[in-house]
């Protein structure tokens, strides 16, 4: 579970200069009288990037916007300093709609910049924000990264609210693992020291929280305590305090003083209360029941847990739903009434299974994040090759037509130049379109390139192929980030190469499910025998790659796949991050194919059967029901008819 208090300081830094003192911003208002009487010049720019930062908070979009205009003028004009920030000013606008990959892209657009600059300060900034982002995202390898970065850069410009902001990052993300919460504390400790040096209160609130939980997550309740009561002193006033006196409650409710733990989760609650903080009511709620509970006030517990289940349900706070639904069915069960106890048991696995799908969504979202923000750079590259080839090509036109106007000596010479800037652009084109043809099937990139749009297909007949790994998740907690990218990256690169072989269309990858077609763009009569055997190809790898790993004793994938053939559209979807799929009911019954089907085996429907028997033994399984399809024929493909 990611810190409260560490995550929120990541932040506190990073916006500093956008939300600094009121008193010394220029209100909205001010601004814009500001613009309509300033020209186009780096005062105009610096005014732009102070007003889209007034947006932050109430509107992104519009600060996006703003940001964007600044971004503008400041490359006319060539000012350097306005242009770092007005690329920066539209990452955080991303961020704060949610729009990660949009924000890490602008804000590593905006570390160029500032390395060009030779701004040190900017550059430690967009290191922290980027490694935010990816910590948000569950990427510690990655976040760990590129804090340690700006870190070291923030030392040796002796920025201290910047070594302050990282120290509690990557404390924040060595506090992830119990095995490393003493890497945790040193982090902490640096940063609570550095705090007191400068006698920031917010920043030893904020370090003192931190220590304050790892010496409780340490069981070292006495020292907790020190640094929990410091940090409650350093927030008074603040909507920080509830949190940390919860915890002091929890290491009352340890240390059996009940009383204590009441009185401080009462405190919390009524603190949350006035400020109307739900999540920090909620978990004081939760804190105040648990010590009723344990004092054996149990119908005080119960009424605690149902006022902390309201609030909880109305933000959707699963954790906190989830420990109430435990305290209640202990609650229960202690006063022997087993048949309420029994209700929220059954409500306590299901908001589990819930909280399991969070964490496994939250894990594939990882693997998806890095995904689209590797995808969105090619293209990004793509285009700026794109522009990079059309200048090119405009130089050589003039040169062209200044040959001419030049002596025949001179025409030679630009006949040379004219030959290598030829050789030259044919090479880029070449990557060019090599990168496009990774993306989009060869035909849909060719009238892509040649119109400007590709309109969608419809194709009468199609053979939809899905995979998925059946024991993915459990493999996963087992690997390492980079092992278990590696890990996936090994198994889809031989899917690719066996699709490749028989022609088939990649169509995407979603977290640990791939999906092909055969039969498009260029449709044909093979295709349904072309992805059984792709498929049978498929899950031998897997299965000879199961017995590798098993030998050596290190986690291994197995494998469900599906098949289903019938009519599809198919297209470009969007304006921009183009992606080519597929659509229809036959797509939905290829997914499950393979939601019902067994590990090691290729399930196909009736449909496919028809046109594979004669060249496929196949076992039928039956009338097999399929989630929202009712029931459906399906087949295992046992192997190639001799």
């Given at each position: 579970?990611i810190?409260?208090?560490c995550?929120p300081?990541?932040f ?15 209100d ?12 186009h010049?780096?005062?105009r720019?610096n005014?732009?990037n ?14 996006i916007i703003?940001?964007a205009?600044?971004r503008?003028?400041?490359e006319q004009?060539?000012?350097r ?5 007005a690329?920066?000013n539209m990452?955080?606008g991303?961020?704060?709609q949610?729009?990660?990959?949009d924000?890490?892209?602008h804000w590593?657009?905006?570390l160029e910049v ?13 290191l922290?924000n ?7 995202q569950?990427d510690d ?7 340690l ?16 902001t990282?120290?509690?990052n990557?404390?924040?993300?060595y506090l992830?693992k119990?095995?490393t ?13 550095l705090?007191r ?5 917010y920043?030893i609130?904020t370090s003192?929280?931190n ?6 997550k ?5 020292t907790a ?9 350093a927030?008074?006033?603040?909507e920080?305090?509830?949190y940390?006196?919860?915890y ?18 009462m405190?919390?609650y ?6 109307d903080t ?8 939760v ?5 009723y ?13 149902k006022?902390?289940?309201q609030?909880?349900?109305?933000l959707?706070?699963?954790t906190?739903i ?9 609650a229960?069960?202690s006063?022997?009434?087993y ?9 306590l696995?299901?908001i589990?299974d819930?909280?399991y799908n969070i ?10 994040f890095t995904?689209?923000?590797e995808k969105k ?5 793509l285009l700026n ?5 059309q200048q090119q090509?405009?130089?050589?036109q003039?040169?062209v037509?200044?040959?001419?106007i030049?002596?025949f000596?001179i025409?030679?010479?630009?006949a ?6 030829r050789n030259?652009?044919s090479?880029?084109?070449k990557?060019?379109d090599?990168?496009l ?5 060869e035909?849909?990139?060719e009238e ?5 749009t ?6 009468d ?9 059946k024991n993915f998740?459990?493999a996963s907690e087992?690997l390492s ?6 890990e996936?990256?090994?198994c889809?690169s031989?899917?690719?190469r066996?699709?490749q072989?028989?022609g088939?269309e ?5 977290g640990?499910s791939y999906?092909?077609a ?6 044909n ?6 992805v ?7 899950v031998a790898f897997?299965e000879?790659n199961k017995?590798?790993k098993?030998?050596k004793g ?8 599906g098949?289903n053939?019938?009519p599809?559209?198919a ?8 992606a ?9 019954t290829?997914s ?6 067994e ?6 429907s009736?449909n496919?059967y028809?046109l594979v028997?004669?060249k496929f033994a ?5 009338k097999?029901e399929a989630?929202?399809k009712?029931?459906?024929d399906m087949y295992?493909?046992?192997g190639?008819?001799?």
């Amino acid at each position: 579970m990611i810190n409260k208090y560490c995550l929120p300081v990541l932040f506190v830094f990073l916006f500093l200069f956008c939300f600094g003192q009121r008193a010394a911003c220029n209100d909205v208002d001010s601004l814009k009288r500001l613009l309509a009487t300033t020209v186009h010049d780096t005062t105009r720019v610096n005014l732009l990037n102070e007003l889209s930062k007034q947006y932050f908070n109430d509107k992104p979009d519009t600060s996006i916007i703003i940001a964007a205009s600044s971004r503008k003028l400041a490359e006319q004009i060539n000012f350097r300093t306005g242009l770092a920030l007005a690329i920066k000013n539209m990452g955080i606008g991303y961020y704060l709609q949610g729009k990660y990959k949009d924000a890490v892209i602008h804000w590593q657009q905006a570390l160029e910049v500032y390395k060009q600059n030779g701004d040190e300060k900017g550059v430690a900034n967009m290191l922290s924000n980027q490694g935010a982002v990816y910590f948000a995202q569950g990427d510690d390898v990655k976040a760990f990264e590129l804090y340690l970065e700006s870190l070291k850069i923030s030392e040796k410009i002796g920025d201290t609210l910047r070594i302050l902001t990282s120290l509690n990052n990557i404390g924040g993300v060595y506090l992830n693992k119990p095995a490393t919460y003493k890497k945790a504390l040193e982090y902490f400790q640096r940063s609570y020291n550095l705090s007191r040096a400068i006698n920031d209160q917010y920043t030893i609130g904020t370090s003192s929280v931190n220590l304050g939980e790892t010496y409780y997550k340490m069981g070292d309740d006495k020292t907790a305590l020190i640094y929990l009561n410091e940090s409650v002193k350093a927030y008074e006033g603040t909507e920080n305090l509830p949190y940390s006196l919860n915890y002091i409650g929890r290491v009352y409710v340890r240390q059996k003083k009940y009383d204590s733990a009441v009185y401080t989760h009462m405190k919390a609650y009524e603190y949350a209360k006035n400020l109307d903080t739900k999540l920090d009511m909620t978990q004081s709620l939760v804190g105040l029941a648990q010590a009723y509970l344990a004092q054996g006030n149990f119908n005080s517990s119960i009424d605690a847990y149902k006022r902390a289940l309201q609030v909880g349900r109305e933000l959707n706070a699963v954790t906190e739903i989830k420990d109430a639904y435990e305290g209640l069915t202990d609650a229960y069960a202690s006063m022997s009434d087993y048949s309420n106890a029994f209700n929220y048991q059954k409500l306590l696995l299901a908001i589990k299974d819930t909280i399991y799908n969070i964490n496994t969504d939250k894990k594939l979202g990882t693997l998806q994040f890095t995904f689209d923000l590797e995808k969105k750079e090619s293209q990004i590259s793509l285009l700026n090759k794109d522009k990079e080839i059309q200048q090119q090509e405009i130089r050589r036109q003039k040169i062209v037509r200044n040959s001419f106007i030049g002596g025949f000596g001179i025409v030679l010479l630009f006949a040379m130049v004219f030959f290598k800037q030829r050789n030259k652009i044919s090479k880029e084109k070449k990557r060019s379109d090599e990168l496009l043809l990774n993306i989009l099937p060869e035909e849909t990139a060719e009238e892509l390139k040649a119109t400007g749009t590709a309109k969608a297909k419809s194709f009468d007949l199609v053979s939809v192929l899905f995979t998925d790994f059946k024991n993915f998740t459990q493999a996963s907690e087992k690997l390492s980030p980079e092992e278990l990218v590696s890990e996936i990256n090994y198994c889809y690169s031989e899917f690719d190469r066996i699709i490749q072989k028989y022609g088939i269309e990649k169509i995407k990858t979603i977290g640990d499910s791939y999906m092909c077609a055969g039969g498009l763009p260029t449709q044909n009569n093979t295709h349904a025998h072309d992805v059984v055997a792709a498929g049978l190809e498929m899950v031998a790898f897997i299965e000879q790659n199961k017995k590798e790993k098993i030998a050596k004793g290190i986690p291994f994938f197995e494998l469900r796949l599906g098949i289903n053939t019938g009519p599809v559209v198919a297209g470009i979807v969007g304006i921009k991050k183009f992606a080519y799929d597929i659509w229809g009911d036959t797509v939905n019954t290829a997914s499950r194919m393979e939601s019902s089907g067994e590990i090691g085996r290729v399930n196909i429907s009736g449909n496919t059967y028809e046109l594979v028997k004669d060249k496929f033994a196949c076992t039928h399984r039956g009338k097999i029901e399929a989630k929202n399809k009712g029931v459906i024929d399906m087949y295992f493909v046992d192997g190639v008819l001799n």
